[in-house]
């Protein structure tokens, strides 16, 4: 029996997994394109420093055999210097770049950790699967767009130095300063220009990679109704929707403690909570009840909002055994039941004159 096409969007459940397994729809492309984003703005605004710090490098370099007779035993405490300049002026930059990086992941995937992603698969290592995926339709898909790339860009290099050969060629009598600034100003403007053809492509492969994450975690009406009765079924699914719903009742059943007009118990072991309103209800309503400690936390709710007590043994068995909450109180304790509401009321009445 062939397999059923998988036309339906993925369940909840489908997407969580995909991602804990670190499957989920994320462009490279884009995180390409915010870097070139935040480095064009961290430059134009560092310009000035970078100037300076680029302009002390040189200096260095140039007046270095002055300062140092370059030996063997020189060389080191030379590095270590170069090495700090180098780490000065790349610091601040590395670590925009960093940064961003890992906002446009967040923004992208959101922020996760992903154990299954990171466990060691041998298959991955087997150079033979190596080989096939290096030949694979989406590793040549992978090589078209590199290629088609990196000649787009190569093109807009072109034809920005075309432009620019002119003014070049006016500048050859220029100071040195003049020079770097219009260096400066031509690299700031080409990589404009290719930012703009990169997040156009950015946006594109952001939207085709959404699709084909979209596609891959399709499910079939099968796949979704086993999903479903495997929920339904798993135990601890059960038994934790039973925990919140008897917590939710509880919760609820306290609540009506408060309203209610009279609490009949059983000393020890039942509470069993009345509410009766002649303009809505034909007969008193049971409203909350229950044994042992929860008849203990009903007796102590009602002493705490002055709902009366009356311990009526009998009464209090009879209604926990024959009702459920939400039920009138059966017709054979009508009787005993409207005894216990006029002694309530009539003590109600002589507390509150």
């Given at each position: 029996?062939?397999?059923?096409?998988?036309?339906?969007?993925?369940?909840?459940?489908?997407?969580?997994?995909?991602?804990?397994?670190?499957?989920?729809?994320?462009?490279?492309?884009?995180?390409?394109?915010?870097?070139?984003?935040?480095?064009?703005?961290?430059?134009?605004?560092?310009?000035?420093?970078?100037?300076?710090?680029?302009?002390?490098?040189?200096?260095?370099?140039?007046?270095?055999?002055?300062?140092?007779?370059?030996?063997?035993?020189?060389?080191?405490?030379?590095?270590?210097?170069?090495?700090?300049?180098?780490?000065?002026?790349?610091?601040?930059?590395?670590?925009?770049m960093l940064l961003v990086s890992f906002l446009i992941n967040v923004v992208q995937v959101g922020f996760m950790i992903t154990p299954k992603a990171m466990e060691l698969k041998f298959d991955k290592l087997n150079p033979i699967n190596g080989f096939k995926n290096m030949f694979s339709m989406r590793s040549f898909g992978e090589l078209v767009k590199s290629i088609l790339k990196a000649s787009i860009i190569s093109y807009i290099l072109y034809l920005?130095?075309?432009?620019?050969?002119?003014?070049?060629?006016?500048?050859?009598?220029?100071?040195?300063?003049?020079?770097?600034?219009?260096?400066?100003?031509?690299?700031?403007?080409?990589?404009?220009?290719?930012?703009?053809?990169?997040?156009?492509?950015?946006?594109?492969?952001?939207?085709?990679?959404?699709?084909?994450?979209?596609?891959?975690?399709?499910?079939?009406?099968?796949?979704?109704?086993?999903?479903?009765?495997?929920?339904?079924?798993?135990?601890?699914?059960?038994?934790?929707?039973?925990?919140?719903?008897?917590?939710?009742?509880?919760?609820?059943?306290?609540?009506?403690?408060?309203?209610?007009?009279?609490?009949?118990?059983?000393?020890?072991?039942?509470?069993?909570?009345?509410?009766?309103?002649?303009?809505?209800?034909?007969?008193?309503?049971?409203?909350?009840?229950?044994?042992?400690?929860?008849?203990?936390?009903?007796?102590?709710?009602?002493?705490?909002?002055?709902?009366?007590?009356?311990?009526?043994?009998?009464?209090?068995?009879?209604?926990?055994?024959?009702?459920?909450?939400?039920?009138?109180?059966?017709?054979?304790?009508?009787?005993?039941?409207?005894?216990?509401?006029?002694?309530?009321?009539?003590?109600?009445?002589?507390?509150?004159?």
């Amino acid at each position: 029996m062939p397999d059923e096409e998988k036309t339906e969007q993925a369940t909840p459940k489908k997407r969580q997994e995909a991602r804990e397994k670190g499957q989920v729809a994320k462009s490279v492309e884009l995180n390409t394109a915010f870097l070139l984003l935040a480095s064009i703005i961290f430059f134009y605004f560092n310009a000035h420093s970078l100037g300076v710090h680029l302009k002390d490098v040189f200096v260095y370099f140039i007046t270095l055999s002055s300062h140092y007779e370059i030996t063997i035993t020189s060389f080191p405490k030379i590095v270590k210097e170069i090495t700090y300049i180098m780490f000065v002026m790349l610091t601040p930059f590395l670590i925009v770049m960093l940064l961003v990086s890992f906002l446009i992941n967040v923004v992208q995937v959101g922020f996760m950790i992903t154990p299954k992603a990171m466990e060691l698969k041998f298959d991955k290592l087997n150079p033979i699967n190596g080989f096939k995926n290096m030949f694979s339709m989406r590793s040549f898909g992978e090589l078209v767009k590199s290629i088609l790339k990196a000649s787009i860009i190569s093109y807009i290099l072109y034809l920005f130095i075309k432009k620019q050969m002119p003014m070049w060629f006016d500048l050859i009598d220029a100071s040195k300063e003049v020079i770097f600034v219009a260096l400066l100003k031509s690299i700031f403007l080409v990589s404009v220009y290719i930012l703009i053809f990169i997040v156009a492509v950015a946006v594109l492969d952001y939207l085709f990679q959404r699709y084909n994450f979209e596609k891959s975690i399709r499910m079939s009406h099968k796949e979704i109704k086993d999903e479903y009765k495997q929920m339904e079924g798993d135990p601890h699914v059960k038994q934790k929707i039973r925990r919140l719903q008897m917590e939710m009742a509880k919760k609820r059943m306290m609540e009506d403690v408060k309203k209610a007009d009279v609490v009949i118990t059983n000393p020890t072991h039942y509470a069993v909570a009345l509410k009766y309103n002649d303009y809505e209800m034909n007969a008193p309503k049971v409203v909350a009840k229950g044994m042992n400690l929860i008849a203990e936390k009903i007796k102590e709710i009602a002493k705490e909002n002055d709902v009366d007590i009356v311990e009526k043994p009998e009464v209090a068995r009879e209604l926990y055994k024959k009702t459920k909450i939400g039920d009138e109180i059966p017709e054979e304790l009508y009787q005993v039941v409207a005894e216990i509401l006029a002694y309530v009321y009539k003590a109600k009445k002589s507390r509150a004159s």
